[in-house]
T-cell receptor
Framework: NAGVTQTPKFQVLKTGQSMTLQCAQD?????MSWYRQDPGMGLRLIHY???????DQGEVPNGYNVSRSTTEDFPLRLLSAAPSQTSVYFC?????????????FGQGTRLTVV | AQSVTQLDSQVPVFEEAPVELRCNYS??????LFWYVQYPNQGLQLLLK??????LVKSINGFEAEFNKSQTSFHLRKPSVHISDTAEYFC?????????????FGTGTRLTIIP
């Protein structure tokens, strides 16, 4: 039972480089989202998706792109990394059916931009 | 807009002592309330939730929280803590129909248990 899988776990980027953080879930959840976690600020919503082909912006979307071509995958793209994007990134998924109201989180990706 | 305030960033507690982690929220509409726990180097896990009904909700590992609408609070309590409770605790709210989407988190409270 894999749940929500994020890769990589750690990454160091140079300013201006691009990369994609991967997120996959095997629970057939409709809803997926990306958060960033910074010291003293809790988790803040970056982007979210309510199903394949549908995405929307959260609280802090600038500098990030997402797409959702399948139910399982929800990658987060940094087109030109900046030091302000140094953070821990969490992907989460949840069901829109049934009575479960739990968001399942991945283990996180720790990103450092130098 | 909704917001969540966790006033205590760090709480040290002796083992077997009681603890309360405070959470206040602000929202003009009804919300769903959650406590998530993050153990070192792990993702977040749901600890307990309030959706409706009884204002006192409990987790399987002895934590409980009480929804107080008049004080807009959802404080987390445990009568006797254990070393294994060492973690960071996040209070969160959602006002969406599905209850678990577009969560707004507090800044977290790091609970340290002293042997």
């Amino acid at each position: 039972n894999a749940g929500v899988t994020q890769t990589p776990k750690f990454q160091v980027l140079k300013t201006g480089q691009s990369m994609t953080l991967q997120c996959a879930q095997d629970m057939n959840h409709e809803y997926m989202s990306w958060y960033r976690q910074d010291p003293g600020m809790g988790l803040r919503l970056i982007h979210y998706s309510v199903g394949a082909g549908i995405t929307d912006q959260g609280e802090v979307p600038n500098g990030y792109n997402v797409s959702r071509s399948t139910t399982e995958d929800f990658p987060l793209r940094l087109l030109s990394a900046a030091p302000s994007q140094t953070s821990v990134y969490f992907c989460a998924s949840s069901s829109r059916t049934g009575v479960s109201t739990e968001a399942f989180f991945g283990q996180g990706t720790r990103l450092t931009v130098v | 807009a909704q917001s969540v305030t966790q006033l205590d960033s760090q709480v040290p507690v002796f083992e077997e002592a009681p603890v309360e982690l405070r959470c206040n929220y602000s929202s003009s509409v009804s919300v769903y309330l959650f406590w998530y726990v993050q153990y070192p180097n792990q993702g977040l896990q749901l600890l307990l939730k309030y959706l409706s009904g009884s204002t006192l909700v409990k987790s399987i590992n002895g934590f409980e929280a009480e929804f107080n609408k008049s004080q807009t609070s959802f404080h987390l309590r445990k009568p006797s803590v254990h070393i294994s409770d060492t973690a960071e605790y996040f209070c969160a709210v959602s006002k969406t129909n599905f209850g678990n989407e577009k969560l707004t988190f507090g800044t977290g409270t790091r609970l340290t248990i002293i042997p």
